[in-house]
């Protein structure tokens, strides 16, 4: 009898080991909305209290209803946006200011929270790392004084904001510094890391580059990014904090993309933007004339030292899906 409760309690202990492996593995590895994705709502075999809980989300969260934003939120937004795209140096105090001018009521603590959630900050010098990214390994700025001298030279990776009419979703993309060609792009409608591992994979995909680089934000000091860049052997660059011009190649295509897109069309669902961004990049990598690259398009730049990728990744690109959860898919 002694001997059979014994080996009750080893098996017990395994499977207790075996679930805390689990559970840590679950939430390294899968963002918040894959991990929702797995609750079994009805007829589960297990109660939602210990999904939950293997799954590593609040009890709360699975009852929880995301109160849509009200039309005075939304248009504050999107005037943020817009003057941040203008005005990239403005922070939260600038933005109140010329806000309040316009009329609109809203004081600085609730631009700092619209800001947050639009995942944009001021690119002034100042401490703009949360707790969490400062417990994350930072890499050095390797490209002051070098210019990018041939396609997959240097690479950069950064997130925007994109406007709907009712909401937001949220767009990475990989860059080509040499030829300004946009490797690979992303959607998602939430700024968990899935949609970013994505972009990463499809512009590797394509060419591996000699540095990639990116800012110091979570996603790009966060273990999965740094390890798959690591295990392709791409030597990683962040910016400093607060430099403008660490980056300056992606915060034009920024203002490009919104400027000539996203700000002359009202995008009433996900599908549309989607629809919108994919016919907007291919023109921009495939037609539109580049000043500062004697008034060729990024593809024939970037396409002349590699023709055979050139069109391959054009098909890529019409392709592109965004990572969005299934209730936004739905409108």
């Given amino acids: 009898m002694s001997a059979r409760v014994e080996e009750l309690y080893s098996e017990i202990g395994r499977l207790t080991t075996h679930v805390a492996w689990l559970k840590k593995n679950l939430v390294l590895t899968l963002s918040r909305a894959n991990r929702l994705a797995l609750i079994e709502r ?16 609040s009890r709360a969260s699975l009852y929880y209803k995301r109160v849509p934003p009200s039309a005075e939120e939304i248009a ?6 817009e003057l941040y795209t203008h005005h990239p140096f403005y922070g ?19 631009v700092q929270r ?14 703009n790392l ?7 390994r930072v890499y050095p700025y390797l490209l002051r004084g070098v210019r990018a001298a041939a396609p997959d030279h240097i690479r950069g990776i950064d997130i925007t904001s994109i406007r709907l009419v009712t909401g937001w979703l949220y767009l990475v993309a990989v860059l080509d510094w040499y030829s300004r060609y946009v490797i690979s792009w992303e959607l998602s409608d939430s700024l968990e890391i899935g949609f970013v591992l994505t972009a990463v994979e499809r512009a590797l995909a394509v060419a591996r580059p000699e540095i990639w680089n990116s800012d110091q934000g979570s996603h790009f000091t966060s273990p999965q990014y ?10 990683i660059s962040m910016d400093g904090k607060g430099r403008a011009l660490d980056n300056i ?21 996900p599908r549309m933007a989607r629809q919108g961004l994919t016919r907007y990049l291919d023109f921009y990598n495939h037609e539109r004339p580049h000043q500062a690259l004697n008034y060729q398009t990024p593809a024939e730049l970037y396409g002349s030292a590699r023709p055979a990728i050139q069109f391959a990744h054009r098909l890529t690109l019409k392709g592109a899906e965004p990572t969005l959860n299934k209730a936004t898919l739905v409108s």
């Fill in 76 to 81: 504050i937004k999107h005037r943020i946006d």
């Fill in 130 to 136: 949360s707790r969490r990214e400062l417990a994350h």
């Fill in 226 to 235: 740094i390890e798959r860049l690591q295990t392709a052997e791409v030597r």
């Fill in 114 to 127: 619209y800001m947050r959630e639009m995942g944009i900050i001021a690119i002034y010098p100042g401490q």
């Fill in 92 to 110: 939260s105090r600038r933005l109140t200011v010329c806000l309040q001018r316009e009329g609109l009521i809203v004081n600085r603590k609730a």
């Fill in 42 to 57: 009805e007829a589960g075999e297990l109660p939602l209290r210990v999904q939950a809980e293997l799954l590593g989300l």
């Fill in 249 to 269: 190649f992606t915060e034009r295509l920024w203002r490009t993309i919104k400027y000539e897109e996203v700000y002359l069309h009202d995008y009433t669902t």
